[in-house]
């Protein structure tokens, strides 16, 4: 069993509109969450952290964790087509709190 | 403040020979990370450092792979011998501590022919 899992996409969606993204973990222990943006050819790039139930805000972008489901999500509002990237979900995992990566899931924002 | 350190960026060699990366963290993380990168799919976990003790490498080749971060700072992770599956972005993180906010280098990219 995966211990992050997101869904590949790609997710498309118009510019001007709310993407969302979901991931789920398997480790019922794990207690970080974090969104990293990666363009193409690049690096990952930390968006959001989150470690408490409920949402987090951070401009256009809102985190959601529900541990009770195992459940994380992104919401970017707006969206760009500079928000074109894939968005990878991380956790940590296992008694040794190692950081586990998502597949990741590819967004496309169309004008 | 500095980013994570990376070099080379870029490395072509020839299956069955060796290559080494090397890493400099932020100043004063503890947690240092190795990641593999295949096209397509997402961060794979090789190796975490806690200063420099060893806190996973389960997912790491062990017959061909070794890392070392000497005095819990700078890090090198070798391959030998290379095989043309090894051929990915190698990408170095660090964080403050455990389950904190990590911070990766620009990558490796490495091509085995």
């Known amino acids: 069993q995966k211990e992050v899992e997101q869904n590949s996409g790609p997710l498309s969606v118009p510019e001007g509109a709310i993407a969302s993204l979901n991931c789920t973990y398997s480790?019922?222990?794990?207690?970080?969450f974090f969104w990293y943006r990666q363009y193409s050819g690049k690096s990952p790039e930390l968006i959001m952290s989150i470690y408490s139930n409920g949402d987090k805000e951070d401009g256009r972008f809102t985190a959601q964790l529900n541990k009770a489901s195992q459940y994380v999500s992104l919401l970017i509002r707006d969206s760009q087509p500079s928000d074109s990237a894939t968005y990878l979900c991380?956790?940590?995992?296992?008694?040794?709190?190692?950081?586990?990566f998502g597949a990741g899931t590819r967004l496309a924002v169309h004008p | 403040e500095a980013g994570v350190a990376q070099s080379p960026r870029y490395k072509i060699i020839e299956k069955r020979q060796s290559v080494a990366f090397w890493c400099n963290p932020i100043?004063?993380?503890?947690?240092l990370y190795w990641y593999q990168q295949i096209l397509g799919q997402g961060p794979k976990l090789l190796i975490q450092f806690q200063n420099n003790g060893v806190v996973d490498d389960s997912q790491l080749p062990k017959d061909r792979f070794s890392a070392e971060r000497l005095k819990g700072v700078d890090s090198t992770l070798k391959i030998q011998p290379a095989k043309l599956e090894d051929s990915a972005v190698y990408l170095c993180a660090s964080s403050l501590r455990l389950s904190t906010e990590a911070f990766f280098g620009q990558g490796t990219r490495l091509t085995v022919v």
């Open positions: 480790d019922r222990v794990s207690q970080s």
């Open positions: 100043s004063g993380h503890a947690t």
């Open positions: 991380a956790a940590d995992s296992g008694g040794y709190n190692k950081l586990i």
